[in-house]
């Protein structure tokens, strides 16, 4: 069994136009520290994928498990990432990184009773994305990039065994985005934790996955599924590559097929 | 250095400045003291009637202080209700809403018939008329709560106190003290119009019996009480502000 699965899910949700479907006939195996990426054209139901392993939302059909066990709630052993970094306002960018120890136990006791070796690991966390000496500052002090990278760092500090990921670099310009690819890459190597990316940037989905399913519009299926076969650690000077090239060439193929 | 010196300084000069064109323009214009009193004038019958003042005052600045600390716990509690449940909030609104269009001195009198003359009434207006802003506040503060900011917590497995207690509360803390600032200043319109008509003590009162005297610059001394009152609560809590939601004015 693997370590996350989707069984032929289903998922509806009501809104004012009625019933939508927003995916469809979902299967999916996802192995433990796998780097998946899942691509496809906006408002295809990707996000709804990260929801659903999150246990944030029920599945309308169809079975959802996670290291062997139906998932009936919100998972403990998740982060999650948006494409909007959330960071909140009032907290530094040192306290927005500790939320999760805050909430998530068995953390939140041994927080409580000597915080000490959490803040050495998140200015550790914080060290390898790039902020050392930013920890004191406020959000709105800092650059969208660094923003994403902070909301990177809250999402792994509880050390989940998922992260989740939704358009985390959408918003931000090429050159920061391309940079983040690189830090990802190493986070999730140092950490081996399985990752689902959600992207409509097919370079991104290339650079980073070692799987990249591709979904067709709304509602949602899954119609092909690419094993990456590049070596790691992936550089930007790979992605001018013609095998790289030729990876996204071939899941743009499929993309437009299935728009047709 | 500079900027803070013309910070504060500034507000006081203009007060000051009012007072000055106010009493230039009573002796240009030769205005008579029984409709329009020199601040001159006004400061003498403080000092004159200070002995009367005073308790007026405490009485009225107790009354407001009491009616608006309940405006506080009452509209905090329904502005959170009303702020988390879409339910309730479309469930209440229409009923607050025509609540509060009754003018508060229309209920005078049928407070007068429920509890007779006297400090009750007068606490009771000052915390009808200062509830509304500070629920519809709370209730909006939460209401725009982002739902990623939500879904974060959520994800990490927090229960709703955690979510309200890390997220909710903070976030709707400047709405909070918004409110407050324009209810405490609404608290002391409720108490003094209350003082008016349905009390035997306040400065609403003590200005009763002035103008029944004809004793105009008194009716005057009482209002700029009033005002020195509503100006010190508002700074109070616009520090308190400044100092609890820094982050949202950013520095």
Not at chain 1, 43 to 62: E, S, W
Not at chain 2, 101 to 107: E, G, T
Not at chain 2, 174 to 179: D, L
Request: charged share 15%.
């Amino acid at each position: 069994m693997s370590f996350v699965e989707l069984k032929d899910v289903t998922l509806d949700y009501a809104s004012d136009q009625g019933i939508t479907r927003a995916i469809e006939q979902v299967t999916l195996a996802i192995e433990q520290g796998e780097f998946v990426a899942i691509a496809g054209p906006s408002g295809c139901g990707k996000t709804t994928i990260l929801k659903l392993v999150a246990g944030l939302l029920p599945a309308t059909q169809g079975s959802v498990t996670v290291d062997g066990a139906a998932v009936r709630g919100p998972l403990k052993i998740v982060g999650m990432a948006f494409q909007n970094p959330t960071l909140l306002p009032w907290r530094t960018t040192l306290e927005n990184v500790l939320l999760p120890l805050e909430i998530v136990e068995p953390h939140k006791r041994a927080y409580r009773q000597d915080a000490r070796p959490y803040v050495q690991a998140a200015h550790t966390l914080l060290e390898t994305v790039g902020l050392d000496g930013f920890a004191d500052r406020q959000p709105w002090q800092l650059s969208g990039g660094m923003q994403q990278r902070t909301s990177l760092c809250r999402a792994l500090i509880h050390e989940p065994r998922i992260l989740l990921l939704d358009e985390p670099f959408g918003a931000l310009d090429a050159f920061t985005r391309e940079e983040l690819w690189g830090v990802l890459q190493t986070l999730w190597r140092e950490r081996g934790c399985t990752v689902i990316l959600v992207t409509h940037d097919l370079r991104e989905a290339v650079y980073l996955a070692n799987t990249v399913y591709v979904m067709s519009r709304r509602p949602g299926r899954l119609i092909s599924r690419t094993s990456v076969n590049l070596p790691r650690p992936r550089t930007l000077e790979d992605t001018f590559r013609p095998e790289f090239i030729e990876y996204v060439h071939e899941i743009r193929r499929q993309i437009t097929e299935a728009l047709a | 250095m500079k900027n803070k010196l013309l910070e504060y300084g500034l507000p006081v000069g203009v007060i000051i400045g009012t007072f000055i064109l106010w009493e230039i323009g009573g002796l240009i214009f030769k205005l008579d003291e029984f409709i329009l009193p020199r601040p001159s004038v006004v400061f003498a019958a403080f000092l004159k009637w200070q002995h009367a003042i005073w308790p007026n005052a405490w009485q009225t600045l107790f009354t407001t202080l009491i009616g608006f600390g309940l405006a506080i716990v009452g509209g905090l509690f329904l502005g959170l209700v009303i702020g988390y449940s879409k339910l309730l909030y479309s469930a209440l609104y229409p009923l607050l809403i025509g609540f509060n269009s009754i003018p508060k001195a229309a209920l005078v009198p049928v407070l007068v018939i429920w509890f007779g003359i006297g400090t009750v009434p007068a606490i009771l207006t000052a915390f009808l008329i200062s509830f509304f802003p500070i629920v519809v506040n709370v209730a909006t503060g939460l209401a725009t709560l982002e739902p990623e900011l939500q879904d974060v917590l959520r994800s990490l497995g927090a229960s709703r106190v955690e979510i309200f207690t890390k997220v909710g509360f903070p976030r709707s803390l400047p709405y909070f003290f918004g409110s407050l600032k324009v209810a405490a200043t609404l608290a002391f319109v409720g108490a003094v119009i209350a003082e008016l008509g349905a009390s035997n003590a306040g400065i609403g009162y003590l200005m009763v019996n002035a103008s029944a005297r004809f004793d105009v610059p008194l009716v005057f001394a009482g209002l700029l009480v009033v005002a020195a009152m509503g100006i010190a609560l508002y700074a109070i809590f616009a520090v308190m502000e400044r100092r609890f939601t820094a982050w949202a004015y950013r520095g």
